[in-house]
């Protein structure tokens, strides 16, 4: 199986590394020139390279790309891989299969590096074998494949999630979101959220989600941050409260109520809530049309609805 790492930095290189230790066929290509200290390192592991730009011949002929996360979707390159179906993926998302190291990652438009370098900190001093990796200290591949670690602490992008699919992180931190990057989302916020959120994907119920409710609107906060593992941790697009405000004062108050428990109970998605807000409140008559089938579905300890 040949891999080929497009850009030589330190993910690509770190890439390059653990995909010849694991025995494919590798080889690395960069559109401008590599720094000595990476030439240096795929020369000792026999890697071949080339800088100064992309022969297609010897890069389309992969079967899975691993694109360094500074190179955008609109490159010549990039979209020449896509245009021919060749799998991409983030380094991240290569050295993750190739270690059972527990994942501690971070993402967020703002405080990422600081949160990330605090974390690591606590845990080296604390006497944990961890590794620093991400957007921040040594490509995550090239510690599994020379350094390998207990743990990691890793920073994480929108760029290089944008790229992970399999990965899954045993506890994820959101610091924040706020508008960046827009050009490489088409500037559409949306698109920059869903990248974001994708630090959630493939988490398990034993897994943690961990963010900071404050540094959003709530609004914000209420529309985009719905995980339980009842909902299996996928990206969701932009949900609302699907429990609109009747004229009935019985459902006004369920309504209020249910608002005020949904907002406080994220990241539970509504569908679990419901069944909350039917236990709660069985006689209302829109919790009884709204909630009643997801509370039957999803709690087995809820009362049937009243006929």
């Known amino acids: 199986m040949r891999i080929v790492a497009l850009g030589a930095g330190e993910s690509g290189v770190g890439a390059a590394v653990l995909a010849k230790k694991e025995g494919y ?30 022969t297609e011949s010897l890069v389309l002929n992969a079967d899975e790309i691993v694109k360094s996360p500074g190179i955008p979707e609109d490159a010549p390159m990039v979209k020449a891989v896509r245009e021919k179906g060749i799998p991409v993926i983030s380094e991240i998302e290569f050295a993750a299969r190739y270690t059972d190291a527990k994942m ?3 993402t967020g438009s703002n ?43 890793i920073e994480l992008s929108s760029f290089q999630l944008d790229d992970m699919f399999d990965f899954r992180a045993d506890i994820a931190v959101l610091l924040n979101i706020t508008p960046d990057h827009l050009d ?9 959220v869903d990248s974001k959120m994708r630090i959630t994907r493939n988490q398990r119920p034993s897994d943690s989600f961990i963010y900071y409710r404050s540094a959003m609107r709530r609004r914000t906060a209420a529309k985009v941050l719905f995980r339980t593992a ?43 809530l419901c069944a909350k807000v039917w236990q709660t409140f069985p006689a209302c008559p829109t919790a009884s049309k709204r909630c009643a089938p997801w509370a039957a579905h999803y709690s087995s300890t809820t009362p049937k609805p009243p006929t």
């Open 25 to 54: 066929d590798v080889f690395v290509s960069d559109a401008g020139t590599i720094s000595e200290k990476y030439r240096t390192l795929l020369t000792q592991h026999d890697i071949p390279f080339e800088d100064g730009g992309h």
């Open 104 to 106: 501690i990652c971070i």
């Open 111 to 153: 405080g990422k590096t600081t949160t990330t370098s605090w974390i690591f900190h606590i845990m080296k001093k604390a006497g944990t074998d961890v590794g620093l990796a991400g957007n921040i200290g040594r490509s995550l591949a090239l510690q599994v494949a020379e350094d390998p670690h207990a743990c990691y602490v």
């Open 184 to 192: 490489r989302y088409n500037f559409e916020l949306q698109n920059y």
């Open 230 to 272: 009842l909902c299996g941790f996928q990206p969701l697009r932009t949900l609302r409260c699907p429990l609109p405000t009747s004229r009935s004062s019985a459902a006004t108050t369920c309504a209020t109520q249910w608002r005020r428990q949904w907002l406080a109970s994220l990241p539970e998605c509504p569908q679990v």
